[in-house]
């Protein structure tokens, strides 16, 4: 068989199907061979411990309808250990608990060994703290009144606060009954700014006092309270009186009148229960000829805080005084309103009065000596 022959016979074929299958064997183990080099940690990774610490909720088994228990802490810490993964996998689901077994415990301070529940046998584990004391006392409930406290400095000057109003009157306190018994009152501290002039509405925390102001551990529920405390400003509505002070220009009179004759004042309440006719101050110094001014209807009395209206168009009317220039004057500085003419009406009366009555004793002593001659 000559070699043109051979590559024409069925061998041939079956050599190079040989040869084919030879070349495509070793190329699949050379990529195993370098897959494995590339990841020689694969099954490391598997089979590897770890460790790792997570805090857990304390879970108390006792009859908390008859006791109330304290001095226990509200989370411990569990170090695990194990295969990375399944360490992974329970840290993530913390599908276990650390339990204290108090169903067999009575009233008094008990020290009780941790345990826990639901872990993976295949971990190991440590607890931190693995004991704890608890106090177990008599279990009490209490519902006593809300009392709303400020400071009252905190308040601008003159303001006063209303009735408070709160969401709920009263509060429900939970305990041993020995802490029970010390609780005095249950008091929402409202936190009130320095100056205030404003209403206040504020969520405020509960807290249960004894009676030398001390905070008793007890729970309080609702924890917090909703209180608004109104501030205002005390007001009440007087007449006026208009009052002339200092002097007119010689000889002149002067009268004052306004429209307005009421208005509302504000201040502390002490200052407005003295005052049921509040004077208003004019000054008419050297005045000459009638005008209008503008006067502040506080001027008068400095205790007060403000007044509505806070001004008033006060009509000053001039008139001449031919009797007496000076009496006219003196008149015209103390006049409230219109009286400054009617004094001035009662001086000229006065003087004509008093000029009859010296007519009338001139008469009388004329008559008398006349007769006395005779």
């Known amino acids: 068989m000559n070699f043109k022959n051979f590559w024409e016979s069925k061998w041939a074929y079956r050599l190079l199907a040989l040869l084919?299958?030879?070349?495509?064997?070793?190329y699949v183990r050379a990529e195993n061979i370098n897959n494995t080099r590339q990841n020689p940690h694969t099954d490391n990774a598997i089979t590897a411990t770890t460790k790792r610490t997570l805090k857990v909720p304390l879970q108390l088994n006792a009859d908390s309808d008859k006791y109330f228990i304290t001095g226990y802490p509200e989370k411990v810490s569990v170090t695990i250990e194990g295969a990375a993964?399944?360490?992974?996998?329970?840290?993530n689901t913390q599908n276990f608990r650390i339990i204290a077994d108090l169903t067999k415990l009575g009233v008094g301070k008990h020290t009780v060994k941790l345990k826990e529940s639901g872990l993976n046998k295949d971990l190991s584990y440590r607890l931190k703290p693995a004991t704890i004391t608890v106090n177990i006392q008599d279990r009490k409930t209490r519902r006593m009144p809300i009392q709303v406290?400020?400071?009252?400095d905190?308040?601008?000057?003159?303001?006063?606060?209303?009735?408070?109003?709160?969401n709920t009157e009263t509060a429900e306190i939970t305990g041993a009954k020995g802490e029970i018994n010390r609780v005095y009152q249950v008091v929402a501290n409202v936190v009130m700014k320095r100056n205030t002039k404003e209403s206040i509405s504020q969520e405020v925390i509960l807290q249960a006092l004894d009676e030398d102001g001390n905070t008793v551990n007890v729970v309080v529920t609702p924890e917090t309270v909703h209180v608004t405390l109104p501030i205002s400003l005390p007001s009440k509505r007087v007449p006026i009186t208009l009052k002339a002070t200092g002097t007119a220009a010689a000889g002149k009179t002067v009268s004052l009148s306004s429209d307005t004759d009421t208005v509302t004042i504000y201040g502390p309440q002490a200052v407005l229960d003295d005052?049921?006719?509040l004077t208003v101050p004019v000054a008419i110094d050297g005045l000459s000829a009638s005008t209008t001014k503008s006067v502040a209807t506080t001027a008068g009395n400095a205790k007060l805080t403000d007044a509505s209206p806070a001004t008033i168009k006060v009509e000053l009317k001039v008139g001449d005084n031919d009797q007496d220039a000076a009496s006219s004057s003196t008149a015209s500085s103390t006049a409230t309103s219109r009286a400054s003419t009617t004094s001035s009406s009662s001086a000229s009366s006065r003087s004509d009065s008093e000029s009859a009555s010296e007519s009338t004793s001139s008469a009388s002593s004329s008559d008398s000596e006349s007769a006395n001659n005779d």
């Open 154 to 166: 905190s308040l601008a000057p003159g303001y006063t606060v209303g009735t408070e109003k709160l």
């Open 149 to 152: 406290k400020y400071n009252h």
């Open 275 to 277: 005052i049921d006719r």
């Open 20 to 26: 084919l299958a030879v070349g495509l064997f070793a």
């Open 85 to 91: 993964s399944l360490v992974t996998v329970t840290a």
